[in-house]
């Protein structure tokens, strides 16, 4: 298909496209597709018929697999089901939904388990129950029940707000008007999947097909499709369904343990998939090899096992990690494979000099998205594999994961295929490569003469997490670097002197100009957390640059403190090292930041163009611990140190590895050594664990 003019009109032929006028075109596309989604699904009202809007998908399609590096975000081809259609109402969930975290090997299995008994602070060999239940592809849903009524519906949306889709939902059989039985809590939230059965899916693309319309990719695109619908009768004729398997905001508790929950659920009127109690890593294992040999017989999409822990007060304490819960985790289906042939191995320069093997492919589908390239990892794995240029290979995609090599095809090996010599020279600057004692990684040397170390540094600049600025992609900031208009951060901020020289730039219009020119002003404003993540200092995350922010507050202390951290006798740097979650080499790379006057350029340069807001320390409820430095040290009895840390933080605490001045209260378990000690010497606050308890529960 590709190359083909998907339109009979002048569009020049796929194969005819320079890279800047595939990137304009698919920018047009998506928002092209986007709008005929939206006549289509939300407003019944399309208005070209469905070969051109195919004609329109094949030619995104077509210049995707021609420039697979253009696919955007918000590729047509990624989007699953209908986009949210315009005209349903917002519903804030009044306890957030949340995501799950993925295992994809029984080690990963056993590590969730362990984690769970070491978080509870339980033995190695103690026994916990976990629910195996289903892992239903379709879309989540929370119902809330009032007195016993069904008073709202909403998809998952964001995980904070959803679309209100109540009306809808009414439409379900599986989803009870009014609550059955007794014993239910006057406020409930059901959360669960609705989904299309496969027989349903095959039924209705038959209908689709026979009135002319267009046919949906899998049941669960056709199960959104359905369901956001404005008008409810259109989802009454598509027979959804619909599996109970979790909650929300409740009045009272479901009952002590996961299986009286779903028996309750059950009782009060819902569906749910048989699960299986598992005792031991082995029976949950074995559910989710019966399940996934009995998946093809089953009359709806399953994409793996949900493990939770049976025990709901344990449930309770084990809480969840930024949007996903602890006591749960979803065991994935093995991921989908396929062959192709390696056609060049090409090494990436990273924004802080690690050298990256990527394997050119020839284009593939695997699990319906097209692949063309994958990650060799490094340099060992190369070797370890010794995949070659022109060997077969076999690539895997698991999830969102970023498609790998797994197996070179021996056997397929074209003569004279030569091994791969990993360069000893940066591919973009020449600078010598070096490859450290005890690293797996090759890192550039060249630091700031690196062009591909400078282009990768703005590109994570701009990105999502850090300043976020919508239209400003990884290629715009490769060709403004190329033409010399951006090369440093503050650059981006003084881009609108160069309005000329962008509205000569091919594919750019007045239009575009000035939403990136706005886009750009919008972002002036930053919260320093964001601010310290874009700089792209080596180690330092999302999670570090909070922890950053949080301690130092405002850009202005951080660099003093960091200026006089330098002295590695100095408190500063005790003050820096004894952030929970900053370690002695994470120390060095941010110094080492600062070390570099050119850093320091930058870093007077933002500060002169941008707002940097503050960040105070988060809003917790008041308690003893508000604001306060706690150090756990010794063997806690009942609490193990990740939930000990993780209730001091949610009651406003700063946790610290090391006692100081600084320290407010220290914790001593059994056997506690130099720290107890060392608090004794300081007069610090000293706590029993039980003390800890008391008062945490006080609060
Ligand atoms: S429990 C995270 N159980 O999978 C809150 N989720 O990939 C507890 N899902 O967002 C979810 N089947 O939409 C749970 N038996 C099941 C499930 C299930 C499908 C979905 C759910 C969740 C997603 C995470």
Redesign the pocket.
């Known amino acids: 298909m590709a190359g083909k003019p998907a339109r009979k009109n002048a569009l020049p032929a796929v194969d005819d496209l320079t890279e800047i006028e595939a990137a304009a075109e698919l920018a047009h596309l998506a928002r092209e597709i986007a709008r005929h989604d939206q006549l289509y699904y939300a407003k019944d009202a399309p208005e070209i018929s469905d070969a051109d809007y195919d004609a329109l998908r094949q030619r995104n399609a077509a210049i995707e697999e021609r420039f697979p590096d253009l696919a955007r975000n918000d590729s047509p081809n990624r989007r699953v089901g209908a986009s949210p259609a315009a005209g349903f109402k917002k519903i804030t969930h009044a306890v957030p ?4 975290d993925n295992a994809f090997s029984p080690e990963d299995v056993t590590e969730f388990v362990a984690r769970v008994r070491r978080f509870l602070n339980l033995g190695a060999d103690a026994p916990v129950e976990m629910m195996a ?4 592809d379709g879309l ?1 849903i929370s119902l809330r029940y009032e007195d016993g009524r069904f008073v709202s519906g909403a998809t ?1 949306g964001d995980g904070t707000t959803g679309e209100n889709v109540t009306e809808n939902l009414r439409t379900l059989d599986e989803i009870p008007d009014r609550l059955a039985g007794k014993g239910w809590p006057a406020v409930l939230e059901v959360r669960g ?1 609705v989904y299309m059965s496969k027989r349903e899916f095959r039924a209705l693309n038959e209908r689709q097909v026979a009135a002319g319309a267009k046919t949906f990719a899998n049941p669960r695109n056709a199960a959104a499709g359905s369901l956001r619908q404005l008008d409810a009768s259109v989802t009454a004729s598509r027979r959804l369904r619909f599996f109970g ?2 909650w929300g905001e409740v009045s009272a508790p479901l009952g002590k343990t996961l299986v009286e929950a779903r028996d309750n659920l059950a009782r009060w009127g819902f569906t749910l ?1 048989d699960g299986r109690l598992c005792g031991t890593v082995e029976d949950m294992l074995a559910f989710h090899r019966d399940l996934e040999a009995g998946r093809a017989g089953l009359d709806y999409d399953i994409d793996g096992v ?1 493990y ?1 822990v049976n025990r709901l007060d344990w449930v309770g304490r084990l809480g969840q990690v930024s949007r ?2 602890r006591w ?1 985790i ?1 065991h994935k289906f093995a991921a989908e494979r396929a062959e192709t042939v390696l056609e060049k191995i090409e090494i990436q320069v990273g924004r802080t000099g690690t050298l990256t093997p990527v394997a050119h492919l020839t284009p593939v589908t695997v699990g319906g998205v097209v692949v063309s390239r994958a990650t060799l990892h490094n340099e060992d794995e190369i070797r370890r594999r010794d995949a070659r240029e022109g060997d077969t290979v076999v690539i895997q995609r698991a999830g969102d994961v970023i498609p790998q090599v797994v197996e070179v095809v021996a056997a397929k090996r074209p003569k004279g295929a030569k091994p791969f010599v990993f360069p000893d020279h940066c591919p973009a600057c020449g600078s010598l490569a070096v490859r450290e004692e005890g690293e797996v990684a090759w890192r550039c040397t060249g630091g700031l003469i690196c062009p591909a170390q400078a282009v990768e540094r703005l590109k994570h600049f701009v990105s999502r997490d850090a300043f976020d600025i919508e239209g400003l992609g990884e290629k715009h900031v490769e060709g403004f670097w190329q033409d010399g208009l951006i090369k440093t951060p503050g650059d981006i901020f003084r881009l609108e002197r160069h309005r000329a020289a962008l509205l000569e730039r091919e594919g750019w219009g007045a239009k575009s100009v000035d939403n990136l020119l706005a886009a750009i002003e919008g972002r002036k404003q930053v919260s320093l957390d964001r601010f310290i993540y874009a700089l792209g200092i080596r180690q330092v995350g999302e999670a570090t640059a909070k922890l950053l922010a949080r301690t130092y507050h405002s850009l202005a202390a951080w660099r003093a403190a960091m200026g006089a951290a330098e002295d590695r006798a100095s408190e500063a740097f005790g003050e820096l090292t004894n952030i929970d979650g900053v370690g002695p080499s994470m120390a060095d790379d941010i110094l080492g930041f600062f070390a570099e006057p050119h850093n320091r350029e930058v870093l007077d340069d933002l500060d002169a163009l941008l707002d940097i807001t503050d960040v105070s320390a988060p809003k917790t409820v008041q308690s003893p611990f508000t604001g306060k430095t706690v150090v756990f040290t010794g063997t806690l009895a009942t609490l193990g140190r990740k939930e000990a840390k993780a209730r001091a933080e949610s009651l406003g605490a700063k946790v610290a590895g090391s006692v100081s001045s600084k320290t407010d209260y220290v914790v001593v378990g059994a056997d506690a050594g130099s720290k107890a000690k060392k608090a004794a010497e300081l007069g610090v606050t000293v706590l029993s664990e039980d003390e800890f308890l008391k008062m945490a529960e006080s609060a």
């Open positions: 939904m949340l995501s799950l239940e289903p892992k239903i989540s998952r999947e398997y979790a998939n949900v939770k996903s819960p749960a979803a």
